[in-house]
């Protein structure tokens, strides 16, 4: 009789598992959701000040820009904000 009930809740837990494994499922799809989010944003803020980094760099003789906000905001009304 012993025997049976532990049957009976290796049953439920078979039961169990299947709700787990959708919830395995939905862990993954949001974590993937997640990372692909964090990627967007991380690119999306870091591109425009890379794109500074090398128009400073890239002054010569000429100097354009005076600093990270000059350059900014100088880009910004020279070429809009697609030039960034």
Do not use: F
């Amino acid at each position: 009789n012993g025997e049976g009930g532990g049957g009976g809740g290796a049953g439920g837990g078979s039961g169990g598992r299947s709700g787990n494994q959708k919830g395995i499922a939905w862990d993954v799809t949001r974590r993937l959701i997640a990372g692909g989010s964090a990627g967007m944003l991380a690119c999306t803020l870091t591109y425009p000040l890379d794109l500074v980094r090398t128009r400073l760099a890239a002054q010569t003789t000429v100097q354009h820009y005076n600093g990270i906000l000059h350059a900014l905001v100088t880009i910004v009304k020279d070429e809009g904000a697609r030039g960034l």
